[in-house]
Structure formats: structure tokens, C-alpha cells
């Protein structure tokens, strides 16, 4: 997907970003994720915990006492926007108020810095016991979109229509099909034709996305995440059906999509890569598995596709002096099947073993190019706790919380304030059955609001959570050895 320039560019900032780190050490941690899974709660907490020396037991440097201080620093790139971590916060806490935070809906970043005893001599004569996390946040569905770049505008006309005529798909995109039939593709370029294909063929995404479907691959992820490009002549393009009817020449309908579609990966996806996505050291993906394995068989296996996809995207490998010369690579990367606390414990390790089975394929390539790959049920804030109710003479492991105002299971509607128990239903010890679909609609979920938080935050009194320590030993533990 690069040519020889843009090595030779991504090789010159790796070699001036390891300059820079001898003096001040710095990891950049990607943290994506598709719609809904977490991102901004996981910044968040992340942030929150290390701020205030939370109890992390197994995240070695804040459990042994080494780290001395954490604080936010300016970040260092002005052209991005600042995650909002005072905001979301406070959203978190707002006492009986308390709601859960905006979901990501851009680009952002922050620089989160960590004084700590170093314990090598090297360390404590040049940097002194200083790393800084550049935190970089950005929607899962803008990195489905970097396999365009390897893409004309007719092959990916071409694989996004034959995707689209089969399975769950089909259904859902038989509106949009009916009036692709009525296009003429040499006809003309017409702004109001382009702008109702273009709305058509988002209505159908969002579509696909809904709880009810799930479906994950479905880029342009620009269309279904638009940020500050909504209403902009760059999202106003669709697929055309181009083997029913010939091409268009110059000033078509064809030729005006084939443009803003060129467009597109020129001005959105290239420099997103190029800019952002090429210069990250560390890499967390949040999964929401739930929701997929609610969804049924079609979901799942859409999901394991868009998750081969992404690991496919990220320059994987071990990191070296000899790699820099070659742009940076991403040496560790957490998949994250978020929201474990709608489950109990004793399922964590069967979310996790089905989350494995997803990736099984694609992450023995990337650990073959040297790259640390983990599999981890976690939830950064958790907003249930665990419950036993005796029901006709069985007790039934529960989880117990505050849903959020207007959920529902069967004819009972929750008010938003009161607590109650539910049976979310157990996974399987064999990830096999989940797989094919065999618990779609089985589980039990609702949304539970932010768990009550004392207002002052003390210090060592983080968010209650499920596993991530662990998700933040294995991406960033190794800096402090």
C-alpha cells in the first residue's frame, strides 16, 4: 500500500521520533475499537487510575511502588483535538446525574507522563525515569478503511456489491439495490443523483450496524463516523453496479464517483495512515463479542472477517534500531472483548476463549512477524457486581446493577434508579457452539449505568474494573523493566 516516498517519509519521523527518545521516552498506544465497544470509558479509566495510583495488582510498576508520580502533559501534535478527559470524567461522576460518556467520534490524543525509579544506569543518566504515553483515540471504522489505498474505485465497487448480494446483507440492501438498477452510469454527472446514492448507501450501513445485525465489516468508515467531514462533497459517492451497465467516460455519473471516491483515500484515508496511524508503538482493539454473539452465526463471522482485516493493517513486528530505518512497527497488541462485567466471572475466561477463536488465524501471522498479540475479557470501568438468587431451588450466578433508564428484559421497563438482578445466561466451556450462532438471542443484556463513585475520587480508590491491569501490563509493563 506505500510506495518508496512514503517509506522513506514514515522511515525520517521514526528516525527523528528515536532521537527525541533518548532524552524523553515516549510510547504512542493506538486505541480503536468499532462503535460502542468502549474506547472512551477505557481512556478514560486508564488515565483516571494512573492519575490517582490506583490498586492495580497486576500492572508490575504501580503494584511494586515504582512509579512516583503521573500527570497530563500538553500533547505534543496541535493539529489534533485533545481527548477530553476532564469532560468524560465528569459525566462519570455526576453523582445520581452520572451517565456514560460521548462515544469516539474523531481523532484525538493526550500525554499522559510517568515518573518512576528506573533501574538502569542508562535510564537514570539520560531520561531520569521519565516515559510519556502519547494516547492516541480514533474510530475502529476509519481503520476498516485502510485496505482502500490498495483499491481502484471499480474493484471496490466491484467486492462491496458482491458482498452485499449475499447473506444477511442481501436483505438490507434490497432498497439500495433497487435504485442502483435505475442509475445510468454514463449519464451525466448530477450533485442531486450522486447525493441520494450516497444517502442510500449510508442508510443501508447503519443499517448493517444495528444491534439486531451487528455486521462489522462496512467501510467507508467515514460514512458511518463522518466527524468533522459530515455534509462534505467527499462523502457524497457509492458504489455503482458497473458489470450490469457499461462505464461512463469523462463528466459520467461514473466518472464523478470514480473522482470523489479517489478523493477520499487521497485526502482522508492516506494522511490518517501516514499522519497517525504508521507512528503507533502500541495498539489496543475493544471488541464488543457480546453483542456479535447475540447477533447469531452471520455477525460473528463478519466479525472475525473485520478483525483479520484490521490486524492485516497494522505494521506488525518486533522493534528495533535496524527496524526504524524502515518505519515504525507495532510490537504488542491487546484485543479487548469489552463489557466482561455484563457477564459473571465465570464466564470471563470462555469470552476470552471465544474472542482467541476469532483471531486463531490472523494473529498466528502477526506473531510470526514477531509481534506480542493478547486475548483479554475486560471491562475498564466496571458497572455491575456479582449476585446469587435462588430460583426454584437452583441458584442462579447473577450480575447486579443500575440499568440504564428505559431498558427492558420481556414486559419489565427499568426506571433508571432502582438496582436488580439478572441472569445474563452462561457461555460455553468450547467456544465451537457460539460460534455457529447457537446462542443467538440467548444471552440476557441491558445497559447499566456508571457505577456511584465517591466525589472526591481519593487517591488508591480508582473505578472498580475487570482485568485491566493486565491489558496494561502487556501493552506497556515492558517500559519500566
Known sequence: ??????????????????????????????????????????????????????????????????????????????????????????????????????STRRLSQLRLTLEYEPTRFFARHTHGGRLSIDIVDYPGEWLLDLPLL??????????????????????????????????????????????EAARMFTAYLARCRADDVSLSSLPPGRFLMPGDLDGSPLLTFAPLDLEAKPSGGRGSLHALMRRRYDSYVAHVVRPFFFDHFARLDRQIVLVDVLTALNAGSEALTDLSAALTGVLECFRVGTRSWASQLFGRRIDAIVFAASKADLLHHSSHDRLEAILEALLADAAERAQFSGARIDAVAMSAIRATREAVIRQKGEDLACIAGVPEKGERIGKEVFDGMSEAAIFPGDLPEDPGPALAGEFEGHLKFVRFRPPPMKDDLSPHRGFPHIRLDRALEFLIGDAFR
Do not use: C
Not at 44 to 68: E, K, Q, S, V, W
Not at 175 to 194: C, I, K, Q, R, S
Open 150 to 195: 490498495a483499491l481502484s474505485y471499480e474493484a471496490w465497487s466491484t467486492a462491496t456489491l458482491a458482498a452485499n448480494r449475499k447473506g444477511p446483507r442481501k436483505q438490507f440492501a434490497a432498497e439500495w439495490h433497487a435504485h442502483l438498477g435505475t442509475l445510468d452510469v454514463a449519464a451525466p454527472a448530477d450533485e442531486a443523483v450522486a447525493a
Open 1 to 102: 500500500m506505500t510506495g518508496l516516498f512514503d517509506e522513506a517519509r514514515m522511515a525520517f519521523g521514526s528516525l527523528s521520533d528515536a532521537a527525541t527518545g533518548l532524552t524523553h521516552p515516549t510510547i504512542r498506544l493506538g486505541v480503536t475499537g468499532l462503535s460502542r465497544a468502549g474506547k472512551t470509558v477505557f481512556i478514560t479509566a486508564l488515565i483516571h487510575d494512573l492519575l490517582h495510583g490506583a490498586r492495580l495488582p497486576l500492572f508490575t510498576p504501580m503494584a511494586t511502588g515504582r512509579i512516583a508520580r503521573a500527570y497530563l502533559e500538553p500533547q505534543p501534535d496541535d493539529r489534533l483535538p485533545r481527548f477530553a478527559y476532564e469532560e468524560h470524567l465528569a459525566a462519570l461522576t455526576a453523582g445520581d446525574e452520572r451517565h456514560w460518556p460521548q
